[in-house]
């Protein structure tokens, strides 16, 4: 299977070369990212593809993750703040015209998802969170798939990314980052190192 062999080949980057993923490539993880699953396929978060090198200067100055500034392109994961019923009826709507059915007959899925409003906003920022994680990690198999270089980075000021970004105001809050590029492999000594991972037996229980 040719994605073990992406995933071998894949690595959490540190060090970038000065090449680009060009605009058809990252068009490409883009739309993965985009249709990745999501509970109950609402993606309460949103995607930033952040290329200005300025504004990345300054949102990676706090950061011991220099990729921020040196890879091709950052793309940041950002989760609602909050679920409001508002939320909900704009997802119903698209639902039922991308399906092309009436609103009334989304009723029963429309009255389920009312459970996110039971919650707290914190609880389903977490929710969302998680949403935003899975995306992330379909980004990083996208880029593989593709051998562009990718590193997910937890490692950022969350606080300044929201503020240089205007997040509060679109009710959105960082989640993680996406770094993308192509390594240097003479300057990133993790280039060529082995991967660890768990030995499988210990990893997997099977239940017959
Ligand atoms: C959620 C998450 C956050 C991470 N944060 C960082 C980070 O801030 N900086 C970094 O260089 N690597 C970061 N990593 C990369 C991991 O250290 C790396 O994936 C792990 O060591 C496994 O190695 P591999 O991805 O190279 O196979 C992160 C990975 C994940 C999944």
Redesign the pocket.
């Known amino acids: 299977m040719k994605l073990i062999e992406d995933l071998n080949w894949?690595?959490?980057t540190?060090k970038y070369s000065t090449r680009k993923v060009t605009a058809d490539d990252l068009e490409k993880i883009i739309d993965a990212i985009n249709l990745s699953a999501s509970s109950a396929g609402m993606q309460t978060y949103r995607l930033f593809i952040i290329e200005n090198p300025e504004m990345r200067k300054e949102l990676g100055s706090d950061s011991?993750?220099p990729?921020i500034v040196e890879a091709s392109h950052i793309l940041l994961f950002a989760a609602f703040d909050s679920i409001s019923q508002a939320t909900i009826d704009n997802y119903i709507q698209l639902v039922a015209k991308v399906r092309e059915m009436p609103v009334e007959d989304l009723a029963d899925f429309k009255s389920a998802l009312g459970v996110l409003l039971t919650r707290t906003d914190d609880e389903n920022f977490i929710w969302s969170a998680k949403q935003a994680?899975l995306a992330?990690g379909t980004g990083l198999i996208a880029a593989a798939t593709l051998q562009i270089d990718a590193?997910?980075?937890?490692?950022?000021n969350a606080e300044k990314f929201d503020e240089v970004l205007g997040l509060k105001d679109k009710g959105l809050k960082s989640v993680?980052l996406l770094a993308l590029g192509y390594r240097d492999e003479e300057n990133d000594i993790?280039a060529k190192l082995k991967?660890?991972r768990v030995p499988k037996e210990e990893f997997v229980t099977r239940i017959k």
């Open positions: 894949r690595y959490a540190k011991f993750n990729q994680y992330l590193t997910p980075m937890e490692g950022f993680v993790y991967k660890v």
